[in-house]
């Protein structure tokens, strides 16, 4: 079977590590600027959301919505509402870097690396030896 896509173990250690702090730095940051939008965040948070969007970046910024990706501006530091549009533009990568290397396959969800894929291969050719020698086996009787 082919897999038009192919991640790395790395890249998914840093998915799932990554992954369930930023929906909740994010979730945060949203209720922040539901309250107010137009108010500046402190350095200490642009710090916070910067370290976990470096992280992200390693993985996500070779992929096709990478060149979309920045971390917040710690010098001139943002506003409230835009620290939530850049953290939005990184949900949807992450959404987009699920989907792309953990589709479903034959009813699960698999993450494709080149190990999956090798292990995925070699087993679909022991299947198919196994219909060869039962087909010869039916063939003789």
């Known amino acids: 079977m082919e897999f038009p896509n192919i991640t790395t173990n790395e890249a998914i250690e840093i998915f799932e590590s990554s992954?369930?702090?930023f929906s909740g730095i994010i979730r945060e940051v949203r209720e922040l600027s539901k309250k107010k939008p137009e108010a500046t965040?402190?350095?200490?948070k642009v710090k916070i959301v910067n370290r976990i969007l470096n992280d992200l970046l390693i993985i996500l910024k070779d992929e096709p919505e990478g060149k979309y990706l920045e971390t917040l501006d710690d010098e001139s530091l943002p506003q409230m509402s835009d620290a939530v549009l850049i953290m939005v533009q990184f949900e949807s990568a992450l959404s987009s870097f699920y989907a792309r290397y953990k589709p479903i396959v034959h009813g699960s969800r698999y993450w494709i690396t080149q190990e999956f894929v090798d292990e995925w291969n070699?087993?679909?050719?022991?299947?198919e030896d196994i219909e060869d020698e039962e087909n010869v086996d039916e063939n003789e009787e």
Do not use: F, H, L, R
């Open 122 to 127: 070699e087993d679909m050719e022991d299947m």
């Open 19 to 21: 992954n369930p702090i």
């Open 41 to 44: 965040m402190s350095s200490g």
